[in-house]
């Protein structure tokens, strides 16, 4: 404890840089240790079903109290509830702060042919100079 928690609150932060948050490192330990403890409480939650069994049954088959094993077990229980909550919040944390995607314009790949009167060529020009990148235009004046 007095060597580890300044270590740990020095390099504690509240949350982690935007860059960071998107990592696939960080997504992967995020969810390895959900993954982690939310198998630690399902297996101790069966042996904790068990010993309960056992005690109420009275088949007693192990050396030691059913009591302190269950016990045991239900500390294993509190503790990775309480990792996976955390984890689980973190994971959610993140989603939320993702930006949203910029929505992506339809590229259509087609000719369009239009007929426009009463402008001068220079002022159509000037308005179809403002198309997005990759979009063409030819002006065919009426002969």
Same mark, same amino acid.
């Given at each position: 404890?007095?060597?580890? +928690?300044?270590?740990?609150?020095?390099?504690?932060?509240?949350?982690? =840089? +935007?860059?960071?948050?998107? &990592?696939?490192?960080?997504?992967?330990?995020?969810? +390895?240790?959900?993954?982690?403890?939310?198998? /630690?409480?399902?297996?101790?939650?069966?042996?904790?079903?068990?010993?309960?069994?056992a005690l109420v049954l009275g088949?007693?088959?192990? /050396?030691?109290?059913?009591?302190?094993?269950?016990?045991? &077990?239900?500390?294993?229980?509190? =503790? +990775? &509830? =309480?990792?996976?909550?955390?984890?689980?919040? /973190?994971?959610?944390?993140?989603?939320?702060?993702?930006?949203?995607?910029?929505?992506?314009?339809?590229?259509?790949?087609?000719?369009?042919?239009?007929?426009?009167?009463?402008?001068? %060529? %220079? %002022? =159509?020009?000037r308005l179809l100079?403002?198309?997005?990148?990759? /979009?063409?235009?030819?002006?065919?004046?009426?002969?």
């Amino acid at each position: 404890m007095l060597v580890g +928690a300044p270590m740990w609150r020095s390099h504690w932060r509240a949350s982690p =840089v +935007a860059d960071e948050r998107y &990592t696939l490192s960080r997504r992967l330990y995020l969810y +390895a240790s959900l993954l982690g403890s939310v198998l /630690a409480a399902l297996i101790a939650g069966a042996l904790f079903v068990y010993r309960l069994l056992a005690l109420v049954l009275g088949t007693g088959d192990t /050396a030691g109290s059913p009591l302190v094993d269950m016990a045991k &077990t239900g500390s294993v229980i509190l =503790v +990775a &509830t =309480v990792i996976g909550l955390y984890h689980w919040r /973190a994971l959610r944390s993140d989603a939320a702060a993702r930006p949203a995607p910029a929505p992506r314009r339809a590229v259509i790949d087609r000719d369009v042919h239009l007929i426009i009167t009463g402008a001068s %060529e %220079e %002022e =159509v020009r000037r308005l179809l100079g403002g198309l997005p990148e990759g /979009a063409s235009y030819s002006i065919d004046a009426p002969k």
